[in-house]
């Protein structure tokens, strides 16, 4: 069992950054990819980034691709998410999940275990 909590989300200008972190429980974190979805107002969950166990692969969305960054710190049970250039498109609950397979995160946009999301909202 895994249990994830986000943080960092908020309010922000059309242009400006967020750093989103994800708190991870359990001894096993190394062993789980991890990924970010969100999901805006009226639309349906989407795909953001992931990230391998060990950090040295990641994916991303082309929708945000050049402006978002997946990160993680294996010994602190975190997963980052920074974003950059953020547009009002941008803003929704954004969900850190997590998923023994990288495949399943990445390409099938599915994952065992998931946070309870923070809202960014970013204004024009």
């Known amino acids: 069992q895994v249990q994830l909590v986000e943080s960092g989300g908020g309010l922000v200008q059309a242009g400006g950054s967020l750093r989103l972190s994800c708190a991870a429980s359990?001894?096993?974190?190394?062993?789980?990819?991890m990924g970010w979805f969100r999901q805006g107002p009226g639309k349906e969950r989407e795909f953001v980034a992931a990230?391998?166990?060990?950090?040295?692969?990641?994916s991303s969305a082309d929708s945000v691709k050049g402006r978002a960054t997946i990160s993680r710190d294996n010994g602190k049970n975190r997963v980052y998410l920074q974003l950059n250039m953020l547009k009002p498109e941008d803003t929704a609950v954004y969900y850190c999940a997590a998923d023994s397979q990288f495949s399943r995160v990445a390409q099938r946009y599915e994952a065992a275990y998931w946070g309870q999301g923070s809202q960014v909202t970013v204004s024009s």
């Open positions: 359990g001894r096993t974190f190394i062993t789980y990819a």
């Open positions: 990230i391998s166990g060990s950090g040295a692969t990641t």
